[in-house]
């Protein structure tokens, strides 16, 4: 299993900017493909961004051109910078490794809310 600390989020104007953290410790999260999901109160989730083990990125065509997935293998943390941030409904965003549905990922995330 491996630990995970998601952080970042916050309360941002719309046409803003933040940045969600995934720090692991244990395992080394190049090994995975690692992806952020997003999931607003009664919605489904959503993968907004993925990386695989060798840094292919993708994005869904919502976030295209606003997000970047991107990892620190130093720091071992994988990052999604968000910019442009529309007012959607809020959403917690979840970064399970090997976009796992194991529930022990999906537990708490950060949340971010876009409002004026």
């Known amino acids: 299993q491996v630990q995970l600390v998601e952080s970042g989020g916050g309360l941002v104007q719309p046409g803003g900017s933040l940045r969600l953290s995934c720090a692991a410790a244990?395992?080394?999260?190049?090994?995975?493909?690692m992806g952020w999901y997003r999931q607003a109160p009664g919605k489904q989730r959503d993968l907004v961004a993925r990386m695989t083990r060798d840094s292919t990125t993708s994005y869904a065509d919502s976030v295209r051109g606003r997000f970047t997935i991107s990892r620190d293998s130093a720091e071992n943390t994988l990052y999604l910078q968000m910019s442009g941030l529309k007012p959607d409904p809020p959403a917690v965003y979840y970064c399970?490794?090997?976009?796992?549905?194991?529930?022990?990922?999906w537990g708490q995330g950060p949340q971010v809310t876009v409002s004026s």
């Open positions: 244990g395992t080394r999260l190049g090994a995975f493909t």
């Open positions: 399970p490794p090997n976009l796992s549905a194991d529930p022990d990922y």
